[in-house]
């Protein structure tokens, strides 16, 4: 069992859409939580970062995360064709030396 | 916030060429750097965790002799790619981190090397 597990898409979602990226953990002692896009040829960019419980919004994205099921969730509202990238979990664990497990991403594609 | 200049962004050279890789933090002092390789369309490798002041550690399988790191303050980490091969030609990527140990990593625009 790989320690950050996403299905590795392409999910197509019609623009205007909620897309919704999903990412497991292993690791119960799972701390801090991120989500990362990355564009083709590009290096990766910080969307969102969750520590608790919950949900966390900005703009139009949102985080969930419940660390009971150890899941991680990422919706996009309103896509745009422009969201079409990798989106990237990452993991970081209390023992990592502050390294990030990452997960392999989601290839998300928004069909105009 | 949390801008991470990285350069150069393209590199072409001829085998045996040393290569070396700057990753700057322009407005946060960085704790700790890391450094990843991507080749096309896998996954981010992480090659090395990097702490101001102290030797970077290392993943298993890569040579620490063939790609050195200097972290020698808190802006500034450099990647050495010492006697290039075509083999390393690769999408090097550093990334740097703010304080405690919960923040996001930021990552810089990476490094496209090529290497003849």
């Known amino acids: 069992q790989k320690e950050v597990e996403q299905n590795s898409g392409p999910l197509s979602v019609p623009e205007g859409a909620i897309a919704s990226l999903n990412c497991t953990y292993s690791?119960?002692?799972?701390?801090?939580f991120f989500w990362y896009r990355q564009y083709s040829g590009k290096s990766p960019e910080l969307i969102m970062s969750i520590y608790s419980n919950g949900d966390k919004e900005d703009g139009r994205f949102t985080a969930q995360l419940n660390k009971a099921s150890q899941y991680v969730s990422l919706l996009i509202r309103d896509s745009q064709p422009s969201d079409s990238a990798t989106y990237l979990c990452a993991v970081q664990k209390m023992d990592s030396n502050y390294q990030l497990i990452w997960g392999a991403g989601t290839k998300l594609i928004i069909k105009p | 916030g949390a801008v991470v200049s990285q350069h150069p962004s393209w590199v072409i050279c001829k085998s045996g060429t040393s290569v070396k890789i700057e990753c700057r933090s322009l407005?946060?002092?960085?704790?700790?750097m890391f450094w990843y390789r991507q080749f096309p369309k896998q996954s981010l490798m992480l090659m090395a965790t990097s702490n101001e002041g102290s030797k970077a550690t290392y993943e298993q399988g890569v040579e620490k002799d063939k790609f050195l790191i200097n972290h020698a303050s808190l802006t500034l980490s450099t990647l050495t790619v010492t006697s290039a091969h075509p083999e390393d030609s690769s999408f090097y990527i550093c990334?740097?981190?703010?304080?405690?140990?919960?923040?996001?990593?930021?990552f810089g625009d990476g490094t496209r090397l090529s290497i003849l």
């Open positions: 690791d119960r002692g799972s701390q801090s």
């Open positions: 990334s740097a981190q703010l304080g405690s140990s919960n923040q996001p990593q930021h």
């Open positions: 407005d946060f002092q960085a704790t700790t």
